[in-house]
């Protein structure tokens, strides 16, 4: 071989080396890409699940603290009977045990309030279907129309939630 086809030879190699340089840095570029694509996608995936673990928490809180004041509810009702029939007693003893009862009654109320439970608004009200439910419907001059006049059966929210909706009777 002579000195000439040697240079060319070492040229074409350094050609073919520059290409491949230039191939394995478009490759390697690629390649960040696609690796640095992927690990914002992780990361925005893993913030989505954080997000989504943490509403589901709360709802499922909440979701137990609604189903516990169903449950709850009868019991508190008849705190307030109680209270109300105790009320009309005229012994001292009953009377003294009529307060107790009273006391009981106004720390359910309490706790309920510090919970975010609510009494529905009652007698005088103006009717509204997302809280109440009307049993029973009347004619009366004296009241202005759809206005509650009489509660069978207190209703209850947190919040926005209706726990239970009030049993009512309606001015038409």
Known sequence: ?????????????????ILTEENLDMDLDDAFRDLNDRYLRVCADYDNFRRRSRLDRAQGYEEGVIDTIRQLIPVFESVDSAVKTLSDLEMEESKEFAKGVHLIAEQIKEALERIGVSEIEGEGAHFDPQFHQAVMHEEDDSHPDNTVTEVF???????DRVIRHSMVKVVN
Do not use: F, L, P, V
Request: hydrophobic share 10%.
């Open 153 to 159: 059966q207190k209703g209850y929210t947190k919040g």
């Open 1 to 17: 071989m002579s000195k000439r086809e040697d240079t060319e030879k070492n040229k074409e190699a350094q050609e073919e080396i």
